[in-house]
């Protein structure tokens, strides 16, 4: 089990404390989880009572009267049979039953009790509820019991909890801001994204507008990764399962994944011979029959690309690039707009190299990430180099391989001369990892653009090229994607933007406002202009007041606005209203105009967003 932190060991307190709370005022609640998180901590409770904010208010009274009673967290070490008796002594077996049952057996198993209050909980936790300083309750929100939508549907009740009061009323006020940057919100004003029930959650419609944003970041990538030798690939969304059995990705993935594609024909044979569930899933598993999976990951076809030749010494580095779809079964009670997805597309690439240029290729990705958020203005981030924890066997492939590949993004990160952390457990299965943890305008972080490198699938899959010595050789891999998920990555830049984009990304560039009905030919003639030249740009020819068809294009977030009236129109000039740069105010010629801002395009400068 990994260490809590000190915060973590508040927050989790935290939870008990709430959970505490609860009982006293709702005595038939039933419980089921309580964990701390990155920004806080929630539970999980199936009531009868709906946890309005009011009764929320109620609850977090309750918890500020525990804390005040100090009581004490004491750690109860049981067997198996005291602790499904301790449950239903304190009538807890709806959901606390079935954790136990999670247990594995021979582990130990462990309670914490404060005051009246008993959990199942293998720790840590402060000593006293009086180390509680600074806490608050935030919201509810529906969760299925394991993430299951089969099973009930709980109320989870989230909170946050600080050391200091000074640090939670920091974090209260992130909060606000962050509401009025909510992607969701946002991506609905300004129409860029839908999700659909009927399409399914987790899954992002990409409305026109939200396409622009999505397609101008790809252009921009790829115009870098043409420039350093990349290739383009294509690949399908699904492959057999035999390809991800080499991999690993089937089964050591298999929690994250959708359940495996089977033919009828097979699954008719199948029921005549009178196969269960459960003996259905051992056969998928050991290999007895076959199927398809909605990919995972791309690199398993990356790798197949790369072995359906022979390869030279010559040939190597081979950068194989690819805006490639995959599909993760995340829980429900996880999704998030764009953020948090069950299909996204990801700008991966995969290296294939000699191990001697494994340095310059790895500082060659890292320069590419470090790019990508100089342009889009997030200079302020941390690198996290996250390892395998050598006591888990949910790494494939030898210890000499894994500290090769350690050792060698070790090196990569030292050269840049930045700060970072080292985190184990947190590698992906195959191989080790540099994440790019980056720190928006109102602080919160995100993780997005990450480097990998394995020695292990070019291992699994029998990769080779031929070297100077005309014997076979093993390549090395390096997996990264600056980007991320481009859903993710959109979603973090409408909240970091606040919609307010650089003119480069603005899905409408320029609107133009006719102040009255016999400009609008004039408007058109401008426009025609404007497009030939490649810019996004409409005209607001409704009937109006010039001030209320500003506020609407301020509202709609448009960097440039031109303005005709009478005296332009007999000048051949706009009156220029930007909010991407507002030293530009004042009257202008179209063709200066289209200049200036195709020149802003070019060199993608953000003072749109230095403005917002």
């Known amino acids: 089990m990994k260490e809590m932190t000190p915060l973590e060991e508040i927050r989790h307190s935290a939870a008990h404390i709430l959970a505490t709370a609860v009982l006293r005022l709702y005595p038939k609640t039933q419980l089921d989880i309580g964990p701390p998180t990155n920004s806080g901590f929630y539970y999980d409770f199936d009531s009868e009572i709906a946890f309005t904010p009011e009764i929320l208010e109620k609850i977090e009274t309750e918890m500020k009267k525990i804390i005040k009673e100090n009581q004490k967290f004491e750690r109860i070490e049981v067997s198996r049979d005291e602790a499904k008796k301790l449950i239903s002594e304190i009538g807890q077996e709806t959901y606390k039953l079935g954790r136990l049952s999670d247990i594995p057996e021979g582990e130990e198993i462990t309670f914490y009790r404060n005051g009246e209050f008993y959990d199942l909980c293998a720790g840590s936790h402060v000593n006293y509820t009086k180390k509680i300083k600074a806490f608050k309750l935030l919201n509810t929100a529906g969760s299925y019991h394991r993430g299951d939508s089969n099973n009930k549907q709980l109320q989870r009740i989230y909170g946050t909890a600080f050391p200091t009061k000074e640090e939670l009323a920091e974090h209260l006020e992130r909060l606000e801001k962050a509401k009025e940057r909510d992607h969701r919100n946002i991506g609905r004003e300004m129409d860029l994204f839908h999700i659909d029930d009927m399409v399914g959650q987790g899954l992002v419609l990409w409305k026109p507008k939200g396409a622009i944003i999505r397609n101008e970041l790809e252009k921009f990538i790829s115009e870098e990764l043409s ?78 690309i790369f072995r359906s030749e022979q390869r030279s010494y010559r040939d190597l580095p081979i950068r194989m690039a690819e805006f490639g779809t995959v599909y993760r079964w995340e829980q429900s009670g996880e999704l998030n707009g764009m ?67 350690e050792d060698a993004l070790r090196e990569a990160v030292k050269a840049l001369e930045v700060d970072y952390e080292e985190e184990l457990g947190e590698a992906a299965f195959y191989g080790p990892k540099i994440d790019f943890v980056v720190k928006d305008v109102i602080g919160r972080e995100w993780q997005l653009g990450t480097v990998q490198v394995d020695y292990n699938l070019p291992e699994r899959f029998d990769l080779s090229y031929v070297g100077s010595d005309n014997l076979n050789h093993r390549p090395v891999m390096i997996h990264r994607a600056p980007f991320g998920s481009m859903e993710r990555f959109c979603g973090v830049l409408i909240e970091h933007f606040a919609g307010n984009f650089p003119t480069w990304l603005a899905p409408e560039q320029v609107r133009i406002l006719p102040m009255n009905d016999e400009l609008i030919k004039q408007a058109e003639i401008h426009l025609a202009d404007l497009k030939k030249s490649g810019i996004r740009a409409s005209i607001d020819s409704l009937s109006g007041k010039l001030g209320a068809k500003i506020r609407k294009a301020e509202t709609e977030k448009i960097p440039h606005m031109l303005i005709i009236g009478k005296k332009e129109a007999e000048e051949g000039k706009v009156s220029l209203r930007s909010r991407a740069k507002p030293d530009w105010n004042g009257t202008i010629t179209i063709e200066e105009f289209i200049k200036s801002v195709l020149s802003e395009i070019e060199q993608k400068t953000l003072s749109s967003f230095k403005e917002s």
């Open 227 to 304: 420039k350093q030798g990349y290739s383009q690939v294509y690949t399908p969304h699904i492959g057999k399962l035999d390809l991800y059995r080499t991999s690993g990705h089937f089964p050591y993935y298999q929690d994250s994944q959708y359940p495996p594609i089977i033919h009828r024909e097979c699954l008719s044979e199948l029921a005549e011979e009178g196969c269960s569930c459960s003996e259905l899933s051992n056969k998928l598993e050991d290999g007895e029959i076959d199927g398809y999976l909605l990919k995972p990951m791309n690199c398993p076809m990356h790798i197949r």
């Open 339 to 405: 953020t948090r997805v069950r299909g996204f597309t990801q700008d991966d690439a995969h290296l294939f190299i000699r191990e001697d240029q494994l340095q310059d290729e790895i500082k060659g990705c890292l320069e590419l990430v470090k790019l990508v958020f100089s342009v889009l203005g997030m200079n302020e981030y941390r690198i996290r180099v996250s390892l395998r924890d050598p006591d888990s066997d949910k790494y494939v492939g030898s210890p000499d391989a894994w500290d090769k590949a």
